[in-house]
């Protein structure tokens, strides 16, 4: 069973940077998309960064465009996320997502969830 661990949240100041990480452990093939996205309370969740196409591409929000950057660790099935100049607006909980596939059904992909790390703007 393939399952996603995050760190990296926490209470920072407006402007201030945090690092966010996601690796993911157990039976992976190959990985399709591996991704930050966020949520706050009554709206969707949504896509901040994301490796996708294999990691051959990455999209961006464009709310944060410029000041976040997604990095990946290949070896390690791990993506990061640098937040940086951090807003307000900023404040939600952030989820890992990964779309990967298995050894005995390659090509057949499934998405996994991290279990969410809260990130908080706020002076």
């Known amino acids: 069973q393939v399952q996603l661990v995050e760190t990296g949240g926490g209470l920072v100041q407006p402007g201030g940077s945090l690092r966010l990480s996601c690796a993911a452990s157990g039976s992976i093939f190959s990985i399709d998309a591996m991704g930050w996205y966020r949520q706050t309370p009554g709206n969707e969740r949504e896509l901040v960064a994301a490796f996708t196409s294999g990691g051959r591409s990455s999209n961006y929000a464009d709310s944060v465009k410029g000041r976040f950057t997604i990095s990946k660790d290949n070896a390690k099935n791990a993506v990061y996320l640098q937040m940086n100049s951090l807003k307000p607006e900023d404040t939600a909980v952030y989820y890992c997502?990964?779309?990967?596939?298995?050894?005995?059904?390659?090509?057949?992909?499934?998405?996994?969830w991290g279990q969410g790390t809260l990130v908080t703007v706020s002076s």
């Open positions: 997502l990964l779309k990967y596939d298995e050894s005995f059904l390659p090509g057949v992909y499934l998405e996994v």
